[in-house]
């Protein structure tokens, strides 16, 4: 993004050049605002995907003390019940904060 936001800088700079025909100063330089309308526009939608991604995250991990417990209270008494646990699972999933659930079966044995 920086690297964008520098572009449109450098066109801003370009424009306001003593170079640059007076008639094509006005069209880019409102074309550089929406240009930089557009890049805020998209910072906020990333900054808020990030945001939902990580409050899922935590709402997900707030239940992991629960299941710990659930499950050692399950291990000491030596019963065979079944456990849900919700685990952070394959590939990207730190990234997109998505989670499995599966059931942890104590075997006798």
Request: charged content about 25%; glycine content about 6%.
């Amino acid at each position: 993004m920086n690297e964008l936001s520098d572009l449109i800088d450098r066109v801003e700079e370009l424009a306001s050049a003593s170079s640059t025909p007076a008639e094509n100063r006005s069209q880019i330089s409102r074309q550089v605002a929406t240009l930089r309308a557009t890049l805020n526009s998209t910072k906020i939608r990333q900054s808020s995907s990030s945001l939902d991604m990580l409050e899922k995250r935590l709402d997900k991990a707030k239940t992991l003390p629960r299941q710990a417990v659930d499950l050692r209270k399950s291990h000491e008494s030596g019963t065979a019940g079944t456990v849900q646990v919700d685990a952070i699972t394959g590939p990207g999933a730190r990234e997109t904060g998505q989670t499995s659930s599966f059931y942890l079966q104590r075997q006798k044995g």
